[in-house]
């Protein structure tokens, strides 16, 4: 009895409307369980510390097992705000930031404009010169300019003393112990920027050059009017990493050489991240640091990606 006005409506034509109509109710699901394993990690790792760090940034906890984290409400933010500690250490990265452009983007880009015409043994020597830094793990590079740079016994001192220039403390003078952190940092980035520089500059398309070449264009008019506007994504690309990631980079060799000093003069946001963190035990300032400085880079972030459709020249 009620196979008859089914059969009337299940036409070839019908059929095909309902196997479509399946059809799209399944589509959409399949993107969802490819992307969720990734999504899932994100979530873990990413976004429930972050959203947990937010929720520790107003309580105070001494990170004891058996301790209550207890609620405080802003108190955290307003202490932190009118520390001198912070401001000294917010202010020492810009600082970091600053020292590392030159070396991170400025240097790296000449030396791979005025290299990219090298062949032969000495193409190979100047990469392997340029590109050793990189491979050096950091608490190695630590020890090593440690040694280098001692007051009593290093390299660099007894090479002054022999041009008869007194020692140097490069790490126990305050107005110098920042800048030898920030050299320390640059030294291991310079390989990276430069090899980036290097493999977008020889992405240029060698009928540009070759056609100001026969125009009469001097090589530093092939730089400026070709080279760095074609260069300009990676240019933006290397100081919005510099900017965003330089002074965390820098935190291996504060701890390892400088512990934050002397004076404090080599710290920096992250270090006293991690001070407030694990070794005061005070998680709700940590937190709360964390969360400040989430909130001030997140924000230079979206700054440069505005930027980033407004100065830059893609050759498209």
């Not at 990676?234 to 050489?257: D, E, H, K, R």
């Not at 002397?262 to 991690?274: A, D, E, K, Q, V």
């Amino acid at each position: 009895m009620t196979d008859a006005p089914l059969q009337a409506t299940l036409s070839p034509l019908g059929l095909q409307r309902r196997a479509r109509h399946f059809a799209n109710l399944r589509l959409p699901i399949a993107p969802w369980l490819y992307l969720a394993p990734t999504l899932c990690i994100l979530f873990v790792w990413i976004y429930w510390p972050l959203l947990r760090s937010i929720e520790l940034s107003f309580t105070e906890w001494n990170m004891l097992p058996t301790a209550t984290p207890r609620p405080v409400g802003l108190q955290n933010y307003r202490n932190l705000l009118e520390l001198p500690e912070l401001q000294q250490a917010a202010m020492n990265t810009v600082w970091y930031v600053v020292g590392l452009l030159p070396l991170s983007v400025v240097i790296p880009l000449f030396v791979a404009i005025l290299t990219q015409n090298l062949r032969g043994p000495m193409r190979n020597l100047y990469r392997s010169l340029i590109f050793v830094p990189m491979i050096v793990p950091p608490i190695v590079a630590a020890v090593l300019w440690r040694w280098l740079l001692n007051r009593d016994y290093g390299l660099v001192n007894l090479g002054l003393s022999t041009l008869g220039i007194d020692p140097v403390s490069f790490f126990a003078d305050p107005d110098l112990a920042l800048w030898t952190m920030v050299w320390i940092t640059g030294w291991k980035l310079m390989g990276f920027s430069t090899l980036l520089f290097s493999a977008a500059n020889s992405t240029i398309d060698p009928g540009y050059l070759e056609a100001a070449r026969m125009d009469g264009a001097t090589e530093w008019q092939i730089t400026r009017d070709i080279r760095l506007p074609l260069l300009s994504p990676m240019i933006l690309l290397l100081i919005m990493m510099t900017v965003l990631f330089g002074a965390q980079w820098s935190f291996v060799y504060i701890n390892a050489i400088t512990d934050g000093g002397p004076l404090g003069s080599t710290s920096n946001i992250f270090f006293l991240m991690w001070k407030y963190g694990f070794q005061t035990f005070s998680a709700g300032w940590s937190a709360t640091a964390g969360v400040m400085t989430f909130i001030t880079f997140g924000v230079l972030a979206l700054v440069f990606q505005a930027l980033s459709r407004k100065v830059t020249f893609h050759d498209d």
